[in-house]
C-alpha cells in the first residue's frame, strides 16, 4: 500500500509539474516579410505607434496533443517588424510620403470545440498619410477575423500577418482622404481626440435615466426616467412608469446603461456595475463569460477584448474592464479575485 500511494505521489508531482510547465509555455510571434512588390507607391517611410493594452503579446495559441496554450510574445518591437514589412514592398519607384501607422488591436486567441478549432484574429489599426509632420486619415481597419479548421493554428498565424500586410499594401497606391489635418503628436493621442464630440467624456454630472443604447449614453439622452432598488451600492431592479402611470420592469438584456442619483451603472446579463471614471475613460469591475462563440467574437463591439488566456477561465470570472469610446465595447484588461 506504501509502495502504491508512492508511486501515486510521484505520478501527481510530475503531472503538476508538467501541467504548469505548458501553461507557462511561450512562442515568439514575428511577421513574415510579404514577396510582393509594389511600384509606384506613394510612401517610402512608415513609422508604427504600438497602442495596444500589452506590448509584450498578441495572444495565445495552442500546441500539442494536449492543446497547451501558448503565449505569444513580440520580441521585435512592432514598430521594427512593420517598418520591415514597408521596406519590403515597396522598390525604388516608390515617392516621398510618409505613413504613420498606429496598432490599437492587434490579437489572435484560439479555441478547442466539440469536434472543431477556432481562431479569432481581432485587428484595429488606424494609417495616416503626409509628409513634413502633418497627416490625413488614409484609412481604418476594425475587424474580428473567423479562422476555422481542424488544426487552426498556421491558419491563425497566417491571417493575422497577412491582416497586417494586406492593410499596409493595399493603401500604398491610395492618397489621403481625410479632411482633418493632425501632427504625430495628434495621432498618438486620437484617442482623446475622438472623445472631443462624445457628451459623457467631458462632465462629471450625468443624467439620470435608462439608456437603451451606448449612442444614447455617450450623448446623455436618457429614453425614460426610472426608480431603483439599491442595496449597499448595488441595483437590484429598475422600474420605470408608461404613460398611463403604470409600474414597468426594466430588463437588463435592453439596457446598455442606466445613471440614478447621478451614479453611471453599466448594465450586462449578470448585474448593474457602478462606472468610475479615471482620467478620459470608464471603466467597471464584473462577471463576464469567459468563453466565446463565433457570435460573441464576431460580434466585436462587444466581446473584442477577448484573448486566450481569458477564454479558458470559467463563466463566473470576474474582470477589471474599460468601455471602448468608439463602440461601447468591454475591454477586458485583466482577470481579478474578486
Known amino acids: 500500500m506504501k509502495i502504491h500511494a508512492s508511486f501515486l505521489f510521484i505520478f501527481l508531482f510530475v503531472f503538476v509539474y508538467v501541467f504548469a510547465q505548458a501553461q507557462n509555455r511561450k512562442e515568439s510571434f514575428q511577421f513574415t516579410v510579404p514577396e510582393q512588390k509594389i511600384s509606384n507607391s506613394l510612401y517610402n517611410s512608415l513609422t508604427c505607434i504600438d497602442a495596444r493594452y500589452d506590448t509584450s503579446s498578441v495572444g495565445t495559441i495552442q500546441r500539442g496533443i494536449f492543446n497547451d496554450r501558448v503565449k505569444l510574445i513580440t520580441e521585435t518591437p512592432f514598430s521594427q517588424q512593420l517598418t520591415g514589412i514597408l521596406n519590403s514592398l515597396i522598390d525604388s519607384t516608390a515617392r516621398n510620403g510618409e505613413l504613420v501607422l498606429i496598432v490599437r488591436q492587434f ?146 438584456k435592453d439596457t446598455y446603461a442606466v445613471i440614478y442619483n447621478g451614479i453611471p451603472y453599466i448594465s450586462t446579463e449578470y448585474a448593474y456595475y457602478p462606472l468610475k471614471k479615471t482620467g478620459d475613460d470608464f471603466y467597471f469591475t ?39 469610446h468608439l463602440n461601447g465595447g468591454f475591454i477586458r484588461l485583466r482577470e481579478t479575485k474578486k
Request: hydrophobic share 35%; aromatic share 12%.
Open 107 to 252: 490579437t489572435l486567441a484560439e479555441i478547442t470545440g466539440s469536434f472543431s478549432e477556432k481562431g479569432y484574429c481581432y485587428i484595429r489599426a488606424d494609417l495616416f498619410g503626409g509628409n513634413a509632420g502633418s497627416y490625413k486619415t488614409l484609412s481604418r481597419i476594425d475587424s474580428v477575423i473567423l479562422v476555422k479548421s481542424f488544426d487552426v493554428t498556421k491558419g491563425l498565424l497566417k491571417t493575422g500577418n497577412d491582416a497586417i500586410s494586406g492593410f499596409i499594401a493595399q493603401n500604398l497606391s491610395h492618397e489621403p482622404d481625410g479632411k482633418e489635418i493632425y501632427s504625430f503628436y495628434d495621432i498618438t493621442r486620437i484617442d482623446s481626440i475622438e472623445k472631443r464630440d462624445l457628451v459623457v467624456y467631458h462632465t462629471n454630472i450625468y443624467k439620470d435615466g435608462v439608456y437603451r443604447s451606448f449612442h444614447s449614453f455617450v450623448n446623455q439622452t436618457p429614453e425614460a426616467q426610472i426608480t431603483a432598488k439599491v442595496k449597499k451600492g448595488k441595483i437590484s431592479e429598475i422600474y420605470l412608469f408608461d404613460e398611463k402611470g403604470k409600474k414597468e420592469q426594466v430588463w437588463q
Open 286 to 324: 464584473g462577471k463576464a463569460k469567459a468563453t466565446a462563440n463565433s457570435t460573441d467574437v464576431m460580434m466585436a463591439s462587444m466581446f473584442f477584448g477577448l484573448v486566450g488566456g481569458l477564454l479558458a477561465s470559467n463563466a463566473n470570472a470576474t474582470f477589471d474592464m474599460k468601455i471602448d
